[in-house]
């Protein structure tokens, strides 16, 4: 099984920046897209962007234009980069395939108004 380790969230306040990182024990390449997910407190988790094999993206509407998707194939590295960040994007981030590999432990943003 793949196991996935998200990184780099933090503690900033509304207007900052964060980027985060999941590394993937195995091949990203054996599942066609990647996606980035939040948990807000008391909310369902939800796929904010995804990235196919071939670089295309997608985004939800509440993060589109301030949030960048990205993968490194040859690391098996995904990235979000997060710039803009409101106290509505706090909640915890992870990252899968499509279709889900088991769940990492995820990585805390918390933005401060």
């Known amino acids: 099984q793949v196991q996935l380790a998200e990184s780099g969230g933090g503690l900033v306040q509304a207007g900052g920046s964060l980027r985060l990182s999941c590394v993937a024990s195995?091949?990203?390449?054996?599942?066609?897209?990647m996606g980035w997910y939040r948990q807000a407190p008391g909310k369902q988790r939800e796929l904010v962007a995804s990235?196919?094999?071939?670089?295309?993206?997608n985004y939800a509407g509440s993060v589109k234009g301030r949030f960048t998707i990205s993968r490194d194939n040859a690391k098996n590295t995904v990235f979000l980069q997060m710039d803009s960040l409101k106290p509505e994007d706090t909640g915890v981030y992870y990252c899968?395939?499509?279709?889900?590999?088991?769940w990492g432990q995820g990585t805390q943003v918390t933005v401060s108004s």
């Open positions: 899968n395939g499509l279709p889900n590999w088991p």
């Open positions: 195995g091949s990203i390449l054996s599942r066609n897209e």
């Open positions: 990235i196919t094999r071939v670089h295309n993206t």
